[in-house]
């Protein structure tokens, strides 16, 4: 992938049902960092690692209860993202495709 800040919205297959979210990759130099918003918090992701269209970061989700750490890996392109993200309730399966409304010019 190029040098950019992508933005895919997500939908994370809860046991409590879909819940939509946000993923920000910000690439420059062959660094990789961003953010995830998920349940209306937003969390920076660490760890990234993206190499050949295979993703893999950490952070924490956080609900009204509490907060949830996690692990994810998948792969991404410029217009898609799957994800695994393990956490110590379970695995649970995300994807998304690139956000049009925030990739348009400003």
Same mark, same amino acid.
């Given at each position: 992938? @190029? #040098?950019?800040?992508?933005?895919? $919205? +997500?939908?994370?297959? $809860?046991?409590?049902?879909?819940?939509?979210?946000?993923?920000?990759?910000? +690439?420059? !130099? @062959?660094?990789? *960092?961003? $953010?995830?918003?998920?349940? *209306?918090?937003?969390?920076? +992701?660490?760890?990234? /690692?993206?190499? !050949?269209?295979?993703?893999? %970061?950490?952070?924490?989700?956080?609900?009204? &209860?509490? %907060?949830?750490?996690?692990? =994810?890996?998948?792969?991404? #392109? =410029?217009?898609?993202?799957?994800?695994? &993200?393990?956490?110590?309730?379970? /695995? %649970?399966? $995300?994807?998304? *495709?690139? #956000? &049009?409304?925030?990739?348009?010019?400003?």
């Amino acid at each position: 992938m @190029r #040098d950019g800040t992508y933005h895919y $919205a +997500i939908r994370l297959h $809860a046991p409590i049902g879909l819940r939509y979210g946000m993923l920000e990759l910000c +690439i420059q !130099d @062959r660094t990789v *960092s961003g $953010a995830l918003t998920m349940f *209306s918090q937003t969390h920076p +992701i660490t760890d990234v /690692c993206l190499q !050949d269209g295979k993703l893999c %970061f950490g952070g924490q989700m956080q609900t009204l &209860l509490y %907060f949830l750490p996690y692990r =994810a890996r998948g792969t991404v #392109d =410029a217009g898609r993202v799957e994800l695994e &993200l393990r956490t110590e309730k379970g /695995c %649970f399966r $995300a994807e998304g *495709s690139v #956000d &049009l409304e925030k990739e348009k010019p400003v």
